[in-house]
């Protein structure tokens, strides 16, 4: 089966700063990868998402990048702010309405 | 995008009882639903995959008898934690696709005494 792995666990940047965090997955069959954001006692958040047919995405200040030779994937995030502290989670199914295999979280935290 | 409700946000119930947890689609019909769980500073487990007016397909290690799940229209899945105890304490979150991505709900806090 799928399996994806996250890192880094803990990301500490400088608001202003960038923050790259990176998934990879072992399934070429995964075809959907989304990211989520999930705040402390919430549910996750979808941020953004990308298909396997296309290589970026972007939205605002947020960006993610897919190299299906290599199998994985990257979510960037600009002119990080306060409000970008969370943990972020990635994942990937072989559809949009199947089911999200995760990757471990990223705990980001925006020092002010 | 979408909105997904979960009710209750948080229960509280004594060891041996049951608890129901609803989970509503508000402004799409979910072709499939999905329960997970959350351990703290963990990521989230799948337990079951849900479709609507079939049986749900549960993962490898989760006791169907023990988490119930009804998916009994397009809109709505219900989880019942049958004869809860303590080790069933978590957070239980929703999440419910359209045809195209999945949109999670706002989390269910259990936690069994």
Known sequence: GENVEQHPSTLSVQEGDSAVIKCTYSDSASNYFPWYKQELGK??????????????????RIAVTLNKTAKHFSLHITETQ???????????????????VFGQGTRLTINP | GAVVSQHPSRVICKSGTSVK??????????????????????????????????KATYEQGVEKDKFLINHASLTLSTLTVTSAHPEDSSFYICSASDVDRGYFGPGTRLTVT
């Open chain 1, 43 to 60: 549910g996750p958040q979808l941020i953004i998402d990308i298909r396997s047919n296309v290589g970026e995405k972007k939205d605002q």
């Open chain 1, 82 to 100: 306060p409000e970008d502290s969370a943990v972020y989670f990635c994942a990937a199914s072989t559809g949009g309405a199947q089911k999200l």
């Open chain 2, 21 to 54: 947890i609803e989970c509503r689609s508000l402004d799409f019909q979910a072709t499939t639903m999905f329960w997970y769980r959350q351990f703290p500073k963990k990521s989230l487990m799948l337990m079951a995959t849900s479709n609507e007016g079939s």
